[in-house]
């Protein structure tokens, strides 16, 4: 427990230091630094876009004021998930166990959602800055001379530098690029996001972003929902619903690597393992974000642009690219940001659609939300 004097004065001192930010006790009484992000339309962060909220700001058909995300990739302790600076972000986490360590801080709190995580990457591409961070060995890719403070080292003789500790990096590290901002959302560790996946290629989400309610996410939940080329949301399995299908088609060969290039369609054509439903790691495509192509005569419905799932400007540096990765069989659980090896491939925008939710490494971390529900 947080002594009520001590944390009114940090709490303080945190919002008078970072407007917009707060320090939320859960209920434990222990405490994490958030960052609010009040609500915005989608025609706010794309361009032609409808002048209705954002999904990440519906919740149970209730529209809510805000959304606070957790400054910090989080730390877990006591199977709880918190947000605080100056920390080795933890990793080693599975889907599930990423879920339960935010849900378990009381009503409210939530593993942050794709819905969240890509109503951030468009403000951010929408005000003009894209994050930089750890992508590169412990400092920025594009600017060496940006780094953080070590936390971790891997490989022979622990002599390759890994992550870096929270908030240890400048404020071009921030999603605002200034000390208000959320840290960390490019590189370090990719992070878990729930409210959607994808099932032997097809999209399926939590409709808007109920995943905030901490619904059920599990493989045979009843509430996963497909989308079909008008953006409605339809049953798992419908015909002709939004699936990732490869240009070049797959095999039954398990030593199949990278295949290339995929896109948005309504079928999957080349299934890129054939031997059948599995989540082992076999043939897998990768490509950037704004290359991933579009089947012919398939109109992109808004809702994939909005939550991420297809860029909002697919061309040439439309996304300074970030990577896209994807297994089109089995279930796959998303995570996004990029780690600390990517250089150009991490990013705001950069999307893994490739692992299982038993997944578990030392580059994959979790990051909690909360919404007043």
């Known amino acids: 427990m947080v002594n009520n004097s001590n944390f009114d004065a940090y709490k303080l001192a945190v919002e008078s230091a970072c407007p917009g930010?707060?320090?939320?006790?859960?209920?434990?009484?222990?405490?994490?630094?958030?960052?609010?992000?009040?609500?915005?339309?989608?025609?706010?962060?794309?361009?032609?876009?409808?002048?209705?909220?954002?999904?990440?700001?519906?919740?149970?058909?209730?529209?809510?004021?805000?959304?606070?995300?957790?400054?910090?990739?989080?730390?877990?302790?006591?199977?709880?998930?918190?947000?605080?600076?100056?920390?080795?972000?933890?990793?080693?986490?599975t889907f599930d166990q990423a879920k339960k360590y935010c849900e378990n801080k009381g009503r409210g709190w939530h593993m942050m959602t794709n819905a969240e995580f890509a109503a951030i990457a468009l403000w951010c591409q929408k005000n003009g800055f894209l994050p930089r961070g750890n992508t590169s060995y412990g400092k920025s890719h594009e600017q060496p001379q940006e780094h953080g403070t070590l936390t971790y080292k891997y490989g022979a003789n622990n002599a390759t530098i890994g992550r870096v500790a929270t908030g240890s990096g400048p404020t071009?590290?921030?999603?605002?690029?200034?000390?208000?901002?959320?840290?960390?959302?490019?590189g370090n560790v990719w992070e878990w996001v729930s409210g959607m996946r994808v099932m032997d290629?097809?999209?399926?989400?939590?409709?808007?972003?109920?995943?905030?309610?901490?619904?059920?996410e599990n493989r045979e939940s009843t509430l996963w929902k497909a989308i079909m080329p008008d953006g409605r949301?339809?049953?798992?399995?419908?015909?002709?619903?939004?699936?990732?299908?490869?240009?070049?088609?797959?095999?039954?060969?398990?030593?199949?690597?990278?295949?290339?290039?995929?896109?948005?369609?309504?079928?999957?054509?080349?299934?890129?393992?054939?031997?059948?439903?599995?989540?082992?790691?076999?043939?897998?495509?990768?490509?950037?974000?704004?290359?991933?192509?579009?089947?012919?005569?398939?109109?992109?419905?808004?809702?994939?642009?909005?939550?991420?799932?297809?860029?909002?400007?697919?061309?040439?540096?439309?996304?300074?690219?970030?990577y896209f990765y994807c297994r089109n069989y089995g279930e796959r659980l998303p995570f996004r940001g990029g780690w600390f090896i990517d250089v150009v491939r991490a990013g705001v925008f950069a999307f893994c659609l490739q692992h299982r939710r038993a997944s578990s490494f030392d580059y994959l971390g979790v990051r909690a939300a909360f919404v007043d529900l």
């Open 201 to 216: 290629g097809e999209i399926q989400v939590i409709p808007d972003n109920n995943a905030a309610m901490g619904v059920d």
């Open 233 to 322: 949301l339809v049953a798992p399995g419908t015909a002709g619903t939004l699936k990732y299908d490869s240009i070049a088609a797959g095999n039954a060969n398990t030593n199949q690597g990278n295949l290339g290039a995929m896109q948005l369609s309504t079928e999957v054509t080349h299934p890129q393992y054939t031997g059948g439903s599995t989540e082992e790691y076999y043939a897998y495509g990768q490509q950037t974000f704004e290359s991933l192509g579009v089947k012919s005569g398939l109109v992109v419905p808004e809702i994939a642009k909005v939550l991420g799932l297809y860029p909002s400007k697919p061309e040439a540096g439309g996304h300074q690219g970030d």
């Open 172 to 186: 071009s590290w921030l999603h605002n690029n200034s000390p208000s901002g959320i840290d960390g959302l490019c």
């Open 21 to 93: 930010n707060t320090v939320l006790l859960d209920d434990m009484g222990k405490p994490s630094v958030m960052v609010r992000v009040p609500k915005f339309n989608i025609s706010d962060v794309i361009e032609g876009g409808s002048n209705s909220p954002h999904p990440a700001f519906i919740v149970n058909g209730v529209e809510v004021d805000e959304i606070l995300i957790s400054k910090y990739a989080n730390i877990v302790e006591g199977e709880r998930a918190y947000s605080q600076p100056m920390r080795d972000p933890a990793v080693y986490i």
